[in-house]
Structures are given as C-alpha cells and as structure tokens.
T-cell receptor, first 111, second 109 residues
Framework: EDQVTQSPEALRLQEGESSSLNCSYTVSGLRGLFWYRQDPGKGPEFLFTLYSAGEEKEKERLKATLTKKESFLHITAPKPEDSATYLCAVQSNTNAGKSTFGDGTTLTVKP | NAGVTQTPKFRVLKTGQSMTLLCAQDMNHEYMYWYRQDPGMGLRLIHYSVGEGTTAKGEVPDGYNVSRLKKQNFLLGLESAAPSQTSVYFC????????FGPGTRLTVT
C-alpha cells in the first residue's frame, strides 16, 4: 500500500527565513510525485510534478527536489503570501489512476 | 475555460436524506476523482473514474455511489446521509496535471 508522510505538520517562519518541508513516501514503483498548495476554503492548486530521483523543479520562491525515498519543498526568503497548506501526493506504476496524499504541512509566514 | 466546477457549494442535510453532488470539467480529461477532506486527515479518495462509463472504488467508498455517464461530468451520490459524512468534498480531474474544484461543504445533522 502506498504511503505518504509529511513533516512537520505546521511550520511558522519569519518573512525571509528560508526552510524546507519534507514528504517521505513508500510506493510500489513511482510514476510521479506531486506538490500542491491549498489556501483556506479552497481546493488544492497544482505546483509541481517530479518523476525520477535527482529531478528538481522551481517556481518563484519554491523549489521541489526528489530522492528515492523523499521529496523536499524548499522555500527561499518566504513572504506572508506563501502562507498555506502544502500537500504532497504520489502515484504508483501499479495504479496510475489514483494518487495517495499526505496530510499536509501548514506554513505560516509572519511579516 | 472554467476548469473544474462543483455544485452546490454548501449543503445541510438531515440524517437519512439523499443528495447528489455534481462535478463538471471542460478540459477533456479522462480521469476524474472525488475526495473528502476532514480536519487533520488530508484528502481521502472516495471513488474515481478513468473514463466515460467507468468507476472504481477509492479508500473510503462506503456510503457513496458515483456515475460517469458523460466524460465531462462525475456525480457523487449519498443515498442515506449520516453525520460521519459531514466533510468538505473535492472533485478533481487529471490530464498531465490534476486540477481541483472549489469544494462542497456538506453538513449532516
């Protein structure tokens, strides 16, 4: 059974204080690992897809990396508008139809 | 291009009542999904569909039924609502990327 564990559950940063969110996973053949951002009262918004170990993707202050066991979402010099819950999900080769989600990391950036 | 839309946005049901949640997507995606999200529990897959006329069970299918009669629509039904089904329901569709709807907040009293 595919599993995704995200840590920490909550993270509070000062504006400009860089940090990383962790997503550990076990999957029977990784088809893809996905990062989403979710604002309160809204649906998740797609950020990145990573397919293989060593791959990196960047978007503004966010950078996602992938190893064989975990993914990191690095946030460089965060701003208050980066405050949100960040979700990680995996898709396996054995069932490409569905994704397994972690419980998310809630990031709060104080000005 | 509206993406993924859900109706209704809010609903209050009494125990035992039935209802249908409608999801529509205009991106011609084959894959569609229904999730529920409860505080501290993340997204849990209820049912999904890999194409028109197909459906499959997810992690928490009990108490729900679905239909995918048209490619662009995915319906989620609750035949006899229970308080345990109080949740926020998200629909999603997937091409290369997965897109979510805005959610339906359902309360069962």
């Amino acid at each position: 059974e595919d599993q995704v564990t995200q840590s920490p559950e909550a993270l509070r940063l000062q504006e400009g204080e860089s940090s990383s969110l962790n997503c550990s996973y076990t999957v029977s053949g990784l088809r893809g690992l996905f990062w989403y951002r979710q604002d309160p009262g809204k649906g998740p918004e797609f950020l990145f897809t990573l397919y293989s170990a060593g791959e990196e993707k960047e978007k503004e202050r966010l950078k996602a990396t992938l190893t064989k066991k975990e993914s990191f979402l690095h946030i460089t010099a965060p701003k208050p508008e980066d405050s949100a819950t960040y979700l990680c999900a995996v898709q396996s080769n054995t069932n490409a139809g569905k994704s397994t989600f972690g419980d998310g990391t809630t990031l709060t950036v104080k000005p | 291009n509206a993406g993924v839309t859900q109706t209704p946005k809010f609903r209050v049901l009494k125990t035992g009542q039935s209802m249908t949640l409608l999801c529509a997507q205009d991106m011609n995606h084959e894959y569609m999904y229904w999730y529920r999200q409860d505080p501290g529990m993340g997204l849990r897959l209820i049912h999904y569909s890999v194409g028109e006329g197909t459906t499959a069970k997810g992690e928490v299918p009990d108490g729900y039924n679905v239909s995918r009669l048209k490619k662009q629509n995915f319906l989620l039904g609750l035949e006899s609502a229970a308080p345990s089904q109080t949740s926020v329901y998200f629909c999603a569709s997937r091409g290369p990327e997965q897109y979510f709807g805005p959610g339906t907040r359902l309360t069962v009293t």
